[in-house]
């Protein structure tokens, strides 16, 4: 895989991330920066997703069982990561004397 591809593949996974949880997009593009455990779930997911999107292509006597299988999968990844964004303390804190108080 070359360094684009590498590059391409993380853009999908956080973008399939977001999609999946919307109401905390920048708390999903935290923890993918900073967690490698976060973002091999979210790879793991897109690579999930993907592959459901994809089980038509497959032969008629597999089809089926595939399209469950991975429908569970990307189920169990989505609710690991809801559970990592709950459990997650991720703040950003602004250094003391550089943020200026609201003056009334």
């Not at 469950?68 to 703040?91: D, N, R, T």
Request: overall charge negative; charged content about 25%; hydrophobic content about 45%.
């Amino acid at each position: 895989m070359t360094s684009g591809e590498s590059n391409s593949a993380e853009l999908s996974a956080l973008a399939i991330a977001e999609a999946h949880f919307s109401g905390q997009v920048e708390r999903v593009r935290q923890l993918f920066r900073a967690s490698e455990t976060f973002r091999s779930m979210c790879e793991d997911l897109a690579a999930a997703a993907e592959t459901l999107a994809n089980v038509d292509g497959l032969p008629d006597d597999v089809r089926e069982a595939r399209r469950q299988e991975y429908a569970s999968l990307v189920e169990a990844l989505v609710a690991e990561i809801g559970e990592a964004l709950s459990q997650s303390k991720i703040v950003t804190l602004s250094r003391w004397g550089l943020a200026k108080p609201k003056l009334r």
